[in-house]
C-alpha cells in the first residue's frame, strides 16, 4: 500500500538552528499538506501546495519557515532559525487533487525538540 | 472566527460500553465533516466522512456518526467498543471548499 514518508521521524536541535524536515507523497497526489501539531492540540495546516505552486500558507511563520515543491513531488519545511516554541510534530499529507472529495493520506511525521 | 470543539480530552471505557464523542462547529457556510483517528504507533487516518445526504454516516470497524445541522454538532459514536479502539480522535470540519481544521482530540483508552 503506497504511503507518504518523511523524514527525519525524530530530530532534537538547538534554538537558533536551522532545520529541515522532508515529505514524499503518494505518488500521483498532487496536492501536499504541511500540517504542525502541538502536543495536547489538532493539527494546523501550515501550507498547502498543489503541484509546484503554494495555494496556502497563510498560517506559515515566514519570517521563519520556508517550504518548496520544486518540482512538484517531493517536498521540504525548514525553519530557521529555530525557537523553542517550534517543538512540535510536522505532519505531511498529500490528496490526489485538493478539495473536500479527495482523502488526505498522512505520513508517520517529524517530532521536533527544540533545546 | 471558525471554531471546532471536541467537548472530551480524555475518556476512559471497559470494553462493550457504548461510546459517544462530541463534536461542535462554529460555521455559518457548506461545511463537510471528517472524523480522523491515529492508533497508537500509527498514522493519521480517516475514519468516516459526510458530504450530504443522509446525515448519519457508517465508517470503518463499526464507526457512525451524525449530522445534525441545526445543533452544528457531528458527534461519533460506537454501540460497543473494543480494546482495539483505543486511539486518539479528531474531528475536522472542512468549511466552504477550504480548508480542513482540526479539533483538539479526544484521547480515547478502553480497559480490558
Known amino acids: 500500500e503506497a504511503e507518504v514518508a518523511q523524514s527525519p521521524r525524530y530530530k532534537i536541535t538547538e534554538k537558533s538552528q536551522a532545520v529541515a524536515f522532508w515529505c514524499d507523497p503518494i505518488?500521483?497526489?498532487?496536492?501536499l499538506y504541511w500540517y504542525r501539531q502541538i502536543l495536547g492540540q489538532g493539527p494546523e495546516l501550515l501550507v498547502q501546495?498543489?503541484?509546484?505552486?503554494?495555494?496556502?500558507d497563510s498560517q506559515l511563520p515566514k519570517d521563519r519557515f520556508s517550504a518548496e515543491r520544486l518540482k512538484g513531488v517531493d517536498s521540504t519545511l525548514k525553519i530557521q532559525p529555530a525557537e523553542l516554541g517550534d517543538s512540535a510534530m510536522y505532519l505531511c499529507?498529500?490528496?490526489?487533487?485538493?478539495?473536500?472529495?479527495?482523502?488526505?493520506?498522512f505520513g508517520p511525521g517529524t517530532r521536533l525538540t527544540v533545546l | 472566527a471558525q471554531s471546532v470543539s471536541q467537548h472530551n480530552h480524555h475518556v476512559i471505557l471497559s470494553e462493550a460500553a457504548s461510546l459517544e464523542l462530541g463534536c461542535n462547529y462554529s460555521?455559518?457556510?457548506?461545511?463537510?465533516l471528517f472524523w480522523y483517528v491515529q492508533y497508537p504507533g500509527q498514522h493519521l487516518q480517516l475514519l468516516l466522512k459526510?458530504?450530504?445526504?443522509?446525515?448519519l454516516v457508517k465508517g470503518i470497524k463499526g464507526f457512525e456518526a451524525e449530522f445534525i445541522k441545526s445543533k452544528f454538532s457531528f458527534n461519533l459514536r460506537k454501540p460497543s467498543v473494543q480494546w482495539s479502539d483505543t486511539a486518539e480522535y479528531f474531528c475536522?470540519?472542512?468549511?466552504?471548499?477550504?480548508?480542513?481544521?482540526f479539533g483538539d482530540g479526544t484521547t480515547l483508552t478502553v480497559k480490558p
Open positions: 459526510y458530504f450530504s445526504g443522509d446525515p
Open positions: 499529507a498529500s490528496s490526489f487533487r485538493a478539495g473536500v472529495l479527495n482523502e488526505q493520506f
Open positions: 475536522a470540519p472542512f468549511v466552504n471548499a477550504g480548508k480542513s481544521t
Open positions: 505518488s500521483g497526489h498532487a496536492t
Open positions: 460555521y455559518g457556510g457548506t461545511v463537510n
Open positions: 501546495f498543489q503541484d509546484e505552486s503554494v495555494v496556502d
